[in-house]
């Protein structure tokens, strides 16, 4: 069984906007940073943002930057990722993360983040 879910994908428009949430389940989130990554087909796993375990800092890719906005609430342990202005380069499969320590490193890298969830589909299309 998953210990996080991601929920929130789908279709929509250029221009549109979607919010994506992460959940664990079976252990808590707080103590340790968290991270969305995407993977569009045929490319490598991308690191988009990256947020704190307090969330008093956030770290995001320069190619989202202004467009997407990370946020967490420890005590539901969840986290959100609402992603506005969309582009068809958005289209991927999201995927949120849990990081091995409680801050973010200027480059948001898959190694760094120990637990998975199983991603969901974002497709940017008119």
């Known amino acids: 069984q998953s210990q996080l879910v991601e929920s929130g994908g789908g279709l929509v428009q250029p221009g549109g906007s979607l919010r994506l949430s992460c959940t664990a389940s079976?252990?808590?989130?707080?103590?340790?940073?968290i991270g969305w990554f995407r993977q569009a087909p045929g490319k490598e796993r991308e690191g988009v943002v990256c947020i704190s375990h307090g969330g008093g800092n956030t770290i995001y890719a320069d190619s989202v930057k202004g467009r997407f906005t990370i946020s967490r609430d420890n005590a539901k342990n969840t986290a959100s990722l609402q992603m506005n202005s969309l582009k068809p380069e958005d289209t991927a499969v999201y995927y949120c993360?849990?990081?091995?320590?409680?801050?973010?490193?200027?480059?948001?890298?898959?190694?760094?983040?120990?637990?998975w969830g199983q991603g969901t589909q974002v497709t940017v299309s008119s």
């Open positions: 993360a849990v990081g091995a320590g409680y801050g973010c490193e200027r480059t948001i890298v898959p190694s760094a983040y120990n637990y």
């Open positions: 079976r252990f808590t989130l707080a103590s340790y940073a």
